[in-house]
């Protein structure tokens, strides 16, 4: 037995959970780790959450936010133990209905099951959020670094400081004439494969929430964009289009402004991802982000569309490679 694998014991043996079958669930881009534990005696279930301090993992702020979604009536997963020295949390077991999956079977929830997540969207930015850390134009505009430093300069073998500090420059403006808000809790990762489906439950409690230890404080379109324009699965324009009005007029958005947001955070999010997923099959052996890449491209491409984003839109289009399949291959690990 591992280190590790003891120290789970010991951190189970102090739970209900000491003899439950394990099994493994799927994981995400992080170093995290899930199993599924089940009680042979009541057939009852929880999952596991192994998150090991010495790979940057912390889980202290899952906790915090989770507590907090909580306690304004949405679906997060209930904390029934933790250990956040060791890394490890025992949580409320919120079943296998991934809308994704949902998705794939039944296509014809898809409008349903994409106004229930804007809807819970919609009451949790009419919340006071908890105390984070901000996302301002300068941190965004940052952090689309990678798109340079990662893809581009993997598939061309060259990195240029200059071109990104010129985009970065003008980046910025961009952001800070076009997502100016009172700040909302924004979840990150706001996408089919993190939301799970709860037919039994009420409301906006119907949606079950995983995924949101990084949460920040940000502009409301943000998540949006995260639901809308996922990078996993194809959502349909008319769907697209139905649930941003749905959502501008909700919360009486001023429509120009909101839109324009949409569209600039689209270009935000997408140019970060190219760069995380360029490292994550390069750096830690994951092809299978590469698959994901043509539909992050197009994401970019129709956001880079909108009037707002004219003084970037030729330079992107000049000095960002399309993920052609050539292209692809030379994002693979080094």
């Not at 590790?4 to 000491?18: K, P, Q, V, Y």
């Not at 899930?34 to 929880?46: F, I, V």
């Not at 809807?119 to 006071?128: G, P």
Request: proline letters at 7%.
């Amino acid at each position: 037995m591992s280190e590790r694998e003891e120290l789970i014991a010991g951190f189970l043996a102090g739970t209900r959970w000491a003899k439950a079958q394990r099994e493994p669930l799927a994981g995400d881009a992080s170093s995290r780790r899930y199993e599924r534990l089940n009680d042979p005696q009541t057939g009852a279930t929880a999952v596991l959450m192994d998150a090991p301090p010495d790979q940057g993992e912390d889980v202290r702020p899952f906790v915090r936010i989770a507590n907090h979604l909580r306690d304004l009536g949405l679906s997060a997963p209930e904390i029934l133990a933790e250990d956040t020295e060791n890394g490890f949390l025992l949580l409320e077991d919120l079943g296998d209905d991934l809308f994704a999956r949902l998705l794939n079977t039944t296509p014809k929830q898809e409008n349903d099951l994409y106004r229930a997540a804007t809807d819970v969207l919609i009451a949790l930015h009419n919340t006071d959020p908890p105390e984070l850390k901000t996302y301002t134009p300068p941190i965004m505009a940052e952090m689309t670094d990678l798109a340079f430093t990662h893809y581009r300069a993997a598939i061309w073998g060259r990195s240029e400081p200059q071109l990104q500090e010129r985009f970065q420059q003008r980046f910025t403006d961009i952001l800070s004439q076009s997502v100016q808000s009172e700040p909302v809790l924004v979840l990150r990762d706001y996408h089919a494969e993190n939301l799970l489906w709860l037919p039994k439950r009420d409301g906006i409690a119907r949606v079950g929430l995983l995924d949101f230890q990084d949460a920040v404080l940000g502009h409301p379109a943000y998540d949006l964009v995260s639901l809308l324009q996922d990078v996993r699965r194809d959502v349909s324009v008319a769907v697209e289009q139905v649930m941003l009005t749905h959502y501008i007029k909700q919360t009486d958005a001023d429509d120009h402004r909101f839109r324009r947001a949409y569209a600039v955070l689209g270009v935000q999010r997408n140019l970060r991802i190219l760069g995380v997923f360029a490292r994550l099959a390069r750096e830690r052996n994951k092809p299978y982000y590469l698959t994901l890449m043509p539909r992050v491209w197009e994401h970019l491409t129709r956001g880079l569309d909108h009037p707002a984003l004219a003084p970037v839109a030729e330079l992107l289009t000049r000095e960002l490679p399309p993920p052609t399949p050539e292209n692809l291959d030379r994002l693979k690990t080094a």
